[in-house]
């Protein structure tokens, strides 16, 4: 993207301030509705506006903008909050459920997508989509499968649609079943697709659901390398089509950095504070957008067929991460 100054005025502060402008809405309604919280209302007012009133292409480069820049930067300055000795909370055992959870996760997938006739890359787009980290993942294993642009399409918007089910499920699954904090951020961080949706579903329980919930997410993200050159070898693609990327996305590194740092330096009071702030507000922002961007009318056009493949690879991931939390968590 060109950062001109031109550019962002005309096409990225539109859709930049709906979205804070959202965000603050939800922030204010918060404040009579506090069980739903923030980051729930961000996207429920998202989702309304966006399918209603804001259509137009005008906001898309801007509320684009918001779900990826700061949601990113919000999970950065997240780690400032962790420490090493939070991460060994989770332990081994968190460690193996992740394992299982994902090895399980692809497997289904890749079964099920053959028993629908979905073709070889589209089903593996799936299942690493579902597996990792939605969207992110997508992008990084399609070039390596040698995926067209029209499968990927289709299986993001699958995958968009699954996890927006799942992320409002979840929570209320969670506190039903579990009533340790360990096991509902495993059950919500170790299933949910994307970085936003297990940061909006974490937060409709409490703030500590949320940093360790994010700790599974990320442990999931750091195996996308691993998932990528497993992949790619299943499904070589032509050399034409294959592209370097950079395989651990840039938020992933900056969370460990910014976890290192927090571990072995006392930092002041402020930085901490601040951090919560604005990861606070970035998210808010981050999901107000995720709410605008969510067209409906996508979702329509993909017909029975590919609903029942996201049906049923959400089904099975639900059941699997409980039974998984049960026996190891």
Not at 11 to 30: H, N
Not at 224 to 231: E, Y
């Amino acid at each position: 993207m060109e950062w001109k100054e031109g550019f962002f005025m005309k096409k990225v502060l539109p859709g930049l301030g709906l979205s804070v402008a959202v965000a603050i809405v939800a922030k204010g309604l918060a404040v009579f509705l506090p069980t739903l919280g923030a980051a729930t209302l961000a996207i429920l007012c998202g989702i309304l506006l966006g399918n209603t009133v804001f259509r137009q292409s005008l906001w898309e480069k801007g509320t684009k903008f918001s779900e990826s820049k700061l949601l990113e930067i919000s999970v950065v300055l997240l780690g400032l909050t962790v420490t090493f000795q939070t991460i060994q909370t989770i332990g081994w055992r968190g460690v193996l459920f992740i394992l299982l959870q994902m090895s399980l996760t692809i497997l289904w997938t890749w079964w099920l997508g053959k028993k629908l006739n979905f073709s070889r890359t589209m089903t593996l787009l799936m299942a690493g989509g579902n597996a990792v980290c939605g969207s992110s993942a997508i992008a990084s294993i399609a070039p390596v499968i040698g995926a067209e642009e029209e499968e990927k399409g289709q299986i993001i918007t699958l995958v968009n649609l699954l996890g927006t089910v799942m992320m409002l499920l979840l929570p209320l699954i969670a506190v039903q079943v579990f009533d340790n904090v360990l096991a509902q951020s495993a059950l919500i961080g170790g299933t949910l697709q994307s970085v936003g949706q297990v940061v909006s579903s974490a937060s409709m329980v409490n703030s500590q659901v949320l940093q360790y919930a994010t700790l599974f997410k990320i442990m999931r993200i750091m195996l996308l390398v691993v998932v990528v050159l497993v992949f790619g070898r299943i499904q070589p693609a032509p050399a034409a089509a294959t592209t370097k990327r950079r395989l651990l996305p840039w938020y992933v590194a900056g969370f460990l950095v910014c976890c290192v740092l927090n571990s072995f330096i006392q930092l002041p009071t402020i930085i901490d504070t601040s951090a919560h702030f604005i990861s606070s507000w970035f998210e808010t922002i981050a999901l107000a957008a995720i709410g605008l961007r969510l067209d409906f009318r996508k979702f329509l056009k993909e017909g029975p067929k590919f609903l029942a493949f996201a049906g049923g690879v959400g089904l099975v991931q639900i059941a699997a991460a409980l039974l998984f939390i049960s026996l190891l968590l």
